[in-house]
């Protein structure tokens, strides 16, 4: 068995290959149809007569196949020879191109027959190659108008939505054409109007800001200093909740002893001059960094000593 495996052969000195004869089928050479033996499935569900056996559609066979000598319309038309699953009746049956189906002929009837009706009968005459061409020619007119009714739909269409966007653009344009007329007939006295309320309101925004700035200053600077042409307002002691005593030249006094002096007639001229400057420190604008807290003990984290 390993010599077959081998790529060279051995071959001895006297081998002549002439003397080998060729091997020929000298059998008898078959006559009729030819035939093969083919795989198949059954294409419709049949009945055995013999055993009365069902054979189901797709049952797998091992058939012959023979090629007869009828055609339809250069179509060869095919049979084949199977067994019966059960008493191996031979069942025969063919193909049919004009039904598109098959035909069974002896072994077996189908379950199902497919309707056709006869050739004489009305709506299944056979037509002739004329009647069959005119019929396509029918047919094709028929779909062409179709398509020509379809194409002349669209074009209606079409020209429906450029009708109805030229309108709109007529229309928009009029309006654009009425809105400046009537723009031009009312002259430049709306244009002015229009003008002198923009500059009106201006004016307002404007001295409204300018109020917010002045009491926002005096707020925050008008507590020592007194704003110029503005009246000085007299001091009261005894809504501060202290004792003061007046003089005859003029002297403010408190019980703490003698806080400020100025004659009457100096606190005039400094009045007449601007402003005065109390006692009041101006205000410091510095800022303040807050410590941050640890929380390290709320958390209860403890931290380590320092090793050095």
């Not at 069902?54 to 090629?67: D, L, S």
Request: neutral net charge.
């Amino acid at each position: 068995m390993s010599e077959r495996k081998v790529l060279t052969k051995y071959y001895p000195p006297d081998f002549d290959p002439s003397k080998i004869a060729r091997t020929r089928n000298t059998g008898p050479k078959t006559v009729g149809p030819k035939t093969q033996t083919v795989r198949l499935m059954a294409p419709f569900s049949m009945k055995c007569t013999s055993c009365g056996e069902y054979i189901y559609k797709g049952r797998k066979f091992n058939a012959r196949k023979e090629t007869t000598d009828e055609k339809y319309l250069s179509i060869p038309i095919y049979r084949f020879y199977i067994r019966c699953t059960r008493c191996s009746a031979e069942i025969t049956f063919k193909t049919d191109p004009k039904g598109m189906d098959y035909t069974c002929e002896k072994g077996a009837k189908r379950n199902f027959e497919v309707w056709r009706g006869k050739e004489g009968e009305e709506g299944n005459k056979l037509e002739t190659e004329e009647e069959m061409l005119d019929r396509i020619e029918a047919e094709e007119a028929e779909r062409g108008g179709v398509m020509a009714e379809l194409e002349e739909k669209v074009h209606d269409a079409k020209q429906e939505m450029a009708i109805a966007d030229a309108l709109d653009e007529i229309r928009t344009r009029n309006a654009r054409i009425s809105r400046a007329e009537g723009r031009e007939a009312d002259g430049d006295g709306g244009a002015l109007e229009a003008a002198d309320r923009v500059r009106r309101e201006l004016e307002v925004e404007r001295l409204r800001i300018e109020r917010e700035d002045e009491e926002a200053a005096r707020r925050a600077f008008g507590k020592g200093i007194e704003i110029e042409g503005e009246e000085e307002a007299p001091v009261d002691g005894a809504l501060m909740g202290f004792d003061t005593g007046i003089g005859e030249q003029g002297n403010v006094q408190w019980d703490g002893g003698a806080v400020m002096s100025a004659p009457a007639s100096a606190r005039g001229e400094v009045k007449a001059k601007g402003t005065t400057v109390g006692d009041m420190p101006p205000p410091e604008f510095k800022r303040v960094v807050k410590k941050k807290k640890d929380f390290s003990a709320a958390l209860g984290i403890k931290k380590k000593s320092a090793l050095v």
